[in-house]
């Protein structure tokens, strides 16, 4: 990986390939390594481009709160120190797709196209708000424990969870090894972003919607009336899937990239 200072922070990223960029966003509480196997099937035609959200991977980390709005303009930062002028391709998994969400608000000129993959358009409810500063205040006290045993069982399907334990092993990881500063603020974050269900019919790009058929988090139900709220929205629905489609089945996931890449 590479680092850059983007607004005045350090940020690691992951750089291949040539060709349309395409932006690859991560969820909470994860890092870059989620959409490793979608690195490797799309750099061979593209530029990939897969930052470690601030507090996250090997990025720096803010303390109090990070916003949304923060994460979409690190984003647009690292295109800058990147040098990138033209528009991309930007893809964020469920936390990753609330910062695609804000970069597309605060962004448009630089956005290609869209895929939002196992996400939310809706605000948290006030008690879903109040449980992540609870989780907040949490993981500062105690470390990132209590995630570590009870977010991956939730974000994969119970076949995932049965056959392929070295995913959730990998998550646990990846949890575990996280700075609760960069947790807890990014939780609080989340707390505060704002509904963009009112933004899904302002939507005037090429946009993908991807997800798993047993997400638990973002179910296809939900997936489906954002898709459908958005014009021409493609939706594709994962088989063998939950929360974390990309890695749970690369291989639908990553042909479901490519059709779209090709047809913009
Ligand atoms: C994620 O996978 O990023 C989280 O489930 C997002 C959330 O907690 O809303």
Redesign the pocket.
Known sequence: MKTVEVNGIDLAYIDEGTGLPVVLV?????DHAMWDAQVEALKGEHRVIVPDLRGFGRSGVTEGTVTMEQFADDVAGLLDALGIQKRVLVAG??????VVFQFFRRHRGRVRGLVLC???AGA?TPEAAAA?RETAGQVLREGPGSLVEN?PA??FAGATLRDRPELDESLRRVIAGTDPRGIAAA?RG?AERPDDTPLLPEIDCPTLVVVGGEDA??PPEEMGRIAAAIPGARLVEVPDAG??SPMENPAAVNAALREFLGSL
């Open positions: 991560h969820g909470f509480p994860l998994l469920s936390m990753g797709g609330y196992d996400t939310r948290d992540r977010m939730r974000l939780s989340m988090i973002s929360h974390m």
